[in-house]
């Protein structure tokens, strides 16, 4: 079975930071394709960043770049979301995904609240 496992999440203030975590079982990262997607409340899905196992390329929506970071531990099979500066309008739901060809897998999400 392939599992992830998304943690991190929380209540913040404005400017704060926070990480979340991605753990997965049953895959190997340097197959797949990492990413976080987020959805606020009444909003559609949104990706935010992605790591590619294969090379470490990343990818960041323009909402985000020069606050977030994504990194991977190979070792422990786990990919990080760094997010400084947050805003109120990070707030939302925050989902880890790993893609490879037609095999997509999903975690559950974790709650990023940024109180103003």
């Known amino acids: 079975d392939v599992q992830l496992q998304a943690s991190g999440g929380g209540l913040v203030q404005a400017g704060g930071s926070l990480r979340l975590s991605c753990v997965a079982s049953g895959i190997s990262f340097d197959d797949y394709a990492i990413g976080w997607f987020r959805q606020a409340p009444g909003k559609e899905s949104e990706g935010v960043s992605c790591?590619?196992?294969?090379?470490?390329?990343?990818y960041y929506a323009d909402s985000v770049k020069g606050r977030f970071t994504i990194s991977e531990d190979n070792a422990k099979n786990t990919v990080y979301l760094q997010m400084n500066s947050l805003k109120p309008e990070d707030t939302a739901v925050y989902y880890c995904n790993a893609a490879r060809g037609l095999r997509n897998y999903w975690g559950q999400g974790t709650l990023v609240t940024v109180s103003s």
């Open positions: 790591i590619s196992g294969s090379d470490g390329s990343t």
